[in-house]
């Protein structure tokens, strides 16, 4: 039985996955994030900014146990293929956005730049070698800044782009034009929960309006082969017309 709805990714562009992790995994690994920024949840005076970026680079302690989760490495395996992707060692960036402070300027519309350049730059390509990996570190409702995701955007991002090679900030006006009349949904839950994203999905951060700081990480699941429509894995027949 498979864990992952794998005809909804198809359709949709990107699956939630409950409970990769037991709660009182990712509970602890937001107590450590506070931590790793030098704030208090005791303490919303500290809560200046309405971003602040940190990030798990070693992968110890919940965060290795996070990236490294049998759940995760099944569903990897069902939406990239067995053997189709190298395992993470840690969790990677984590914007921790924070309530009842101006809008910060980076919600637009995008897709990750996905394919390394030989300068060591990153672009984004319609033949992606990566996918994108969000991890919930607290509870996030739909007013705590979830991710918005338009769904069934990666074929709109796949027909704009076709092989392309662009600058990520280049590719986000395009994008966003091409998906601007795809439905939202939004990366809500609990501690523990994780959405995997297909690497051509339309996405975007959301302002906050909501009153409990969001806990997230954002990394890049690398493949071992570029993404292109065909009947292998999900990855590829999500981009099929």
Known sequence: MTIVDIDRF???????LEAAVPREV???????VWQLIGLSPDDPSGWEQPVVWTADLAGHGPFGEMARSPRLYQALDEIAGTGGWQPRGSLGNMPIRFPGKAAADDRGWHVDASVALPDGSWAVSGRPET??????????????APTRIRVGSHRDAARALGERVLDPFEAGPLLDEASKDRPVAYATGVPG???LVHPLTVHAADE????RPRFMSQGP???KEPVAPGEGTALARALLP
Do not use: C, P, Q
């Not at 198809?10 to 939630?16: L, Y």
């Not at 996918?131 to 705590?144: I, R, T, W, Y």
């Not at 906050?208 to 009153?211: D, L, S």
């Open 10 to 16: 198809i359709a949709e562009g990107f699956a939630k």
């Open 26 to 32: 990712g509970d602890v690994a937001e107590a450590l």
């Open 131 to 144: 996918m994108l990996l969000l991890v919930l570190l607290s509870e996030v409702g739909e007013d705590d």
């Open 193 to 195: 929960d994780m959405y």
């Open 208 to 211: 906050h309006r909501g009153t």
């Open 221 to 223: 699941v690398f493949l």
